[in-house]
């Protein structure tokens, strides 16, 4: 045996194990972060994004693609279907306080006068902004939208939200040789994506005054 054919021996079951595990993992976090506003799953999917870059299975951007955005709509469904039956409900749900926790007044005004004007379009804007996604849920709640009006405009959100975080994990998957390398540009970028907006809120609060 060659020691390329020893080589490949020994990193197939790697990245087969690396698969096995990965993938059910990043659904399962990327689903907890869609229901529960807590987990940073832009930096997950870029991550993910950057091993599977590194990797040699085929296919494995596309699974990454794929596992993230589903993840990202089936909580975004659910998480929609619990607040609506806390709308429906008389003392409301627990769910749906901590929806509108999330939701500053200035910012579901702002959802709800930008929903009033674009529809649909409003939600795959939210899914890209850093916490803009729970203030315009909660405007659509507040609109009575149905279930089925929410799934067709969160579907093309999902995938758009999908593909630029992964496109941040191949940019630093690209840059650097070693995967550890490209996971830590990954989250550094994430982070200060979602850091810009409060910052430059705080910026011209600061001029402001």
Not at 19 to 32: D, K, R, T, W
Not at 60 to 66: D, G, Y
Not at 134 to 156: D, H, Q, S, T
Not at 179 to 208: C, D, F, K, N, Q
Request: glycine share 8%; net charge positive.
């Amino acid at each position: 045996m060659t020691p390329l054919s020893t080589a490949v021996t020994t990193v197939v079951p790697t990245e087969s194990t690396q698969q096995a595990i990965g993938y059910p993992s990043l659904f399962l976090l990327v689903l907890i972060g869609a229901l529960v506003p807590i987990v940073p799953t832009g930096a997950l999917v870029s991550s993910a994004a950057v091993v599977a870059f590194h990797q040699t299975a085929p296919f494995s951007l596309a699974l990454v693609f794929v596992t993230a955005s589903l993840a990202a709509f089936l909580g975004d469904v659910a998480l929609y279907w619990l607040g609506r039956r806390g709308m429906k409900s008389k003392n409301g749900s627990r769910w749906l306080e901590a929806i509108r926790s999330r939701a500053p007044e200035e910012r579901l005004a702002q959802a709800q006068e930008k929903l009033a004007g674009h529809g649909t379009t409003v939600l795959v804007v939210s899914r890209l902004v850093p916490a803009g996604r729970i203030p315009v849920m909660l405007a659509c709640l507040m609109a009575k939208w149905p279930l089925r009006r929410f799934v067709r405009g969160n579907l093309p959100a999902c995938l758009a939200w999908a593909v630029t975080y992964q496109l941040i994990g191949i940019l630093g998957g690209s840059l650097f040789p070693e995967p550890w390398e490209g996971v830590v540009a990954a989250v550094a970028l994430t982070v200060l994506i979602s850091a810009a907006p409060s910052v430059w809120r705080r910026l011209r609060g600061t001029r402001a005054a």
